[in-house]
């Protein structure tokens, strides 16, 4: 049978345009996806938009447009980010959906069959910007006397009528469920941040809403609609199917192997969401991850400081491959990172055009020039080809383990471990002297260049998969032949291979000195 795995961004909201912090969640998404696509997983990869609640509504009156309408626009900007990246996600969720509300709805039904819901009223804080109800000893008090959430955003005091979920209920069962689950939340200090949260006891959560209308209607009660985070969190089942529990889609990717977020949102994802599935008796997801945040220049990014990093210009400027590289390279995954010009153009400059892009692009060419432009038929094996080539195959399973801990900065590292030695291999072998003396072992030594060169291209697919084709292009191989199980195939010599031409150009700066 074949292995299933369903990854999921955040929906994300449709109050803004896509900025480097929604590319990044999607990019380490699709990075996954590619890569168990190529290891023979049947993947569904989700990404959406979360469109209804006050802030999005807020948004749509500011525009002077109706909510839909609004919605439909903004929305449309996230279906292009995802082409701009190339971006592999099976299906785009939106919230407004007539498939979601049903899912939304019939969830519902289920909390309140399981006695977890009551009508009262909710006195307190809350703040649009999150979406997120705070209790007051959580606030500070600002210069103007406004009160602000840890996150920075202000609240606001709303009264009114509202459905509770007793998450109160739910703490010694949500603290037996992560001690039986101790993979459910990455990275390990996020898990024991969440643990100390639910420890410290969990109150009733408000889940609907009286003072706006823009969301999904409380079943039978027409004066409520849904909190919009239990709205959102339910869009990981709606896609594959929910409420229809025996359809394909739900049989084969429920529960989702992981949900990938950012820092801020962990704790809808990893206290909300399990106690409303486990209220409603569905299954809780795998595992979710939360990786950190990107600052510009080690500025905060915000809309007023003016320093929100667009997506699409970045990959204008650096390039589509190099930017998905650096954002996974930079930065171990799950810490904070810093972007910077001079960052990003060091990367791009040595590990991609000096390393790999170098690499290739002397073995492609010292084949042109002296084999005919055929793959040169290897003789023996000495322990130096046997080592690297070896290395390059062996590192499929390396990167199955920094891939399952979503840990992709290692995976680059091991990656480019194999690539250092391949370039040390060319200068000791110096396969250029060997032209004269031994052109037979100059023949062995370029053709394990170019097998060691076709492994890391078919492995770092999944990162740079426009560039990685262009290389394996390069080296002809088959279009059915790049997947994983290749590895264990090697390149036919007297093949004959197109003309070499560089995967990785150098970022030359006028504007300032480089790293
Ligand atoms: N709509 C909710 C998610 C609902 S999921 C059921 C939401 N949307 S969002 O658009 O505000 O944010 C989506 C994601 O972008 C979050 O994972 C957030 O962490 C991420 N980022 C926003 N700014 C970021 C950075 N500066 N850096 C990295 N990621 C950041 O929250």
């Known amino acids: 049978m074949t292995k299933s795995f369903y990854i999921t961004t955040p929906i994300y909201y449709v109050n803004?345009?896509?900025?480097?912090?929604?590319?990044?969640?999607?990019?380490?998404?699709?990075?996954?996806?590619?890569?168990?696509?190529?290891?023979?997983?049947?993947?569904?990869?989700?990404?959406?938009?979360?469109?209804?609640?006050?802030?999005?509504?807020?948004?749509?009156?500011?525009?002077?447009?109706d909510p839909q309408a609004f919605t439909d626009q903004v929305s449309q900007n996230f279906r292009d980010l995802t082409?701009?990246?190339?971006?592999?996600?099976?299906?785009?969720?939106?919230?407004?959906?007539?498939?979601?509300?049903?899912?939304?709805?019939?969830?519902?039904?289920?909390?309140?069959?399981?006695?977890?819901?009551?009508?009262?009223?909710?006195?307190?804080?809350?703040?649009?910007?999150?979406?997120?109800?705070?209790?007051?000893?959580?606030?500070?008090?600002?210069?103007?006397?406004?009160?602000?959430?840890?996150?920075?955003?202000?609240?606001?005091?709303?009264?009114?009528?509202?459905?509770?979920?007793?998450?109160?209920?739910?703490?010694?069962?949500?603290l037996d469920f992560y001690e039986a689950n101790p993979d459910f939340i990455g990275p390990t200090s996020r898990r024991n941040e969440v643990l100390s949260f639910v420890r410290g006891g969990l109150k009733d959560l408000s889940v609907s809403r009286t003072?706006?209308?823009?969301?999904?209607?409380?079943?039978?009660?027409?004066?409520?609609?849904m909190y919009v985070w239990l709205d959102a969190l339910?869009?990981?089942?709606?896609?594959?199917?929910?409420?229809?529990?025996?359809?394909?889609?739900?049989?084969?990717?429920w529960p989702a192997d992981l949900h990938m977020v950012g820092k801020d949102i962990l704790r809808f994802h990893a206290v909300y969401w399990p106690a409303f599935l486990l209220s409603a008796g569905v299954a809780p997801p795998k595992r979710v991850f939360a990786h950190g945040w990107w600052t510009n220049e080690g500025q905060k990014i915000s809309k007023s400081l003016g320093n929100v990093i667009d997506p699409h210009q970045l990959i204008e400027t650096y390039?589509?491959?190099?930017?998905?590289?650096?954002?996974?390279?930079?930065?171990?995954?799950?810490?904070?990172?810093?972007?910077?010009?001079?960052?990003?153009?060091?990367?791009?400059?040595?590990?991609?055009?000096?390393?790999?892009?170098?690499?290739?692009?002397?073995?492609?060419?010292?084949?042109?020039k002296n084999c005919g432009g055929q793959v040169p038929a290897p003789g023996a094996f000495t322990q130096a080809d046997e080592d690297l080539m070896g290395n390059a195959a062996r590192l499929l399973a390396q990167l199955r383990g920094f891939y399952d801990e979503q840990a992709f900065h290692k995976a680059l590292e091991a990656t480019w471990a194999v690539v250092s030695q391949a370039n040390a291999y060319v200068d000791e072998q110096a396969p250029w002297a060997l032209r004269k003396t031994d052109p037979a072992r100059m023949g062995t030594v370029l053709y394990v260049l170019a097998e060691s060169v076709r492994c890391l291209a078919l492995l770092t697919q999944p990162v740079m998969p426009q560039s990685?084709?262009?290389?394996?292009?390069?080296?002809?191989?088959?279009?059915?032949?790049?997947?994983?199980?290749?590895?264990?195939?090697?390149?036919?010599?007297?093949?004959?291979?197109?003309?070499?031409?560089?995967?990785?150009?150098?970022f030359v700066d006028d504007s300032e000195s480089q790293a």
């Open 211 to 225: 003072t706006f209308s823009w969301g999904i209607p409380v079943p039978g009660d027409a004066d409520h609609i």
């Open 319 to 368: 390039g589509l491959d190099q930017v998905r590289y650096f954002l996974l390279r930079e930065v171990p995954f799950g810490n904070d990172g810093d972007f910077s010009k001079r960052a990003m153009i060091g990367r791009m400059n040595y590990d991609l055009a000096n390393q790999f892009g170098n690499l290739a692009q002397r073995v492609l060419s010292m084949i042109a």
């Open 83 to 174: 082409a701009a990246f190339d971006f592999s996600n099976d299906d785009f969720i939106r919230t407004t959906e007539a498939r979601h509300k049903t899912s939304c709805q019939a969830l519902w039904e289920k909390l309140v069959a399981a006695g977890d819901i009551y009508l009262a009223s909710y006195p307190g804080w809350y703040a649009v910007r999150d979406e997120a109800f705070y209790d007051e000893k959580e606030l500070t008090k600002n210069e103007d006397g406004k009160m602000i959430a840890p996150s920075g955003a202000e609240c606001e005091w709303v009264e009114e009528p509202s459905y509770f979920f007793r998450l109160s209920a739910w703490q010694d069962r949500l």
């Open 16 to 65: 803004d345009a896509p900025h480097i912090g929604h590319a990044y969640t999607t990019l380490a998404c699709d990075v996954l996806a590619r890569f168990k696509r190529l290891d023979g997983f049947d993947v569904r990869f989700l990404t959406g938009t979360d469109e209804h609640g006050q802030k999005v509504e807020k948004s749509a009156q500011a525009a002077g447009m």
């Open 468 to 506: 990685m084709a262009k290389m394996l292009d390069q080296l002809a191989v088959a279009a059915d032949d790049r997947d994983f199980t290749a590895l264990s195939k090697n390149l036919v010599a007297g093949t004959a291979l197109p003309k070499p031409s560089g995967v990785f150009p150098r």
């Open 234 to 253: 339910t869009n990981y089942i709606t896609a594959v199917g929910y409420p229809d529990e025996d359809s394909p889609a739900y049989k084969t990717f």
